[in-house]
């Protein structure tokens, strides 16, 4: 029961990050360095290089992320894994029409 005349109300802690949390706001430096200003399109090649891939799966254990498949069509053996995965990701990046998307697009000749 309460007490007539006094109010209860409850009080909301903001928390404060320590100074050793991590920042949400960096980046973990996956994709090909860029100079300030010039966006991440085709500059920064369209994707993820071997380096940050390798960068990645050491970070996120399992991970069984791999690098764009560069080799012309023409090349590929229809059938094979490395021509199953490149036209699975031209089907499924048919749709990516920012700057960065179609560089990436080129990259993996789609």
């Known amino acids: 029961m309460g007490f007539p005349g006094k109010r209860l109300f409850t ?8 100074k050793n ?3 949400k706001k960096k980046s973990k430096g996956y ?4 100079k300030k200003g010039s966006g991440t399109g085709s500059k920064a090649g369209g994707g993820m290089t071997a380096k940050g ?6 970070d996120n254990p399992g991970s069984k992320l791999k690098t764009a498949v560069t080799t012309p069509p023409s090349k590929l053996k229809k059938g094979s894994k490395a021509w ?3 036209k699975s990701f031209c089907a499924r990046s048919k749709s990516w029409t920012s700057e960065r998307g179609k560089a990436a697009r080129r990259k993996w000749n789609c």
């Open 11 to 18: 009080i909301k802690l903001k928390l404060m990050p320590s």
């Open 21 to 23: 949390a991590p920042s």
């Open 31 to 34: 994709y090909a360095k860029v």
């Open 53 to 58: 891939v390798k960068k990645y799966r050491k």
């Open 84 to 86: 199953k995965r490149r």
